[in-house]
């Protein structure tokens, strides 16, 4: 019966997602915090009673999620001082052309932009994924 409970919970959850991701204009990638707690408490509601769950389980689940989480918090903080701390650095980053050739661009980066959790950095006015970066040293 525990089974059939999640399965309506995310059934529920799937139509209220759909619903929700029409009327924003991104759609959520991942589970946060919120969405566990709720299938937790899902489960405790949908749970027969002569078969309780072992709450050190859920204990466990949630502190592996947290940890989770900080550790994925931490990493975009990591991307975002490590881009920032490329600014007055001179920099070779790589750019494919449309014929499939490889441009090398060599400058200094000027600035960041940081948006929707992507670093990228600016070299003569333009803006390249940090993904383009070849090699970093110091401005001339």
Known sequence: MAINGINDYLSTSATTAATSQTTSKAAKT???MDDFL???VAQLQNQ???NTADTSQYTTQMAQFSM??????LTELSK??????MIGKEVTLAETK???????ITGTVEGVNLYNGDAQIIVKGVSYPMSSVMAVGQAK
């Open 30 to 32: 991942s589970l946060n």
């Open 98 to 104: 449309s014929d499939g050739s490889l441009n090398t």
């Open 48 to 50: 027969d009673m002569n």
């Open 80 to 85: 975002t001082n490590y881009s920032l701390s």
């Open 38 to 40: 709720k299938l937790m």
């Open 68 to 73: 989770v989480q900080a550790l994925t918090d």
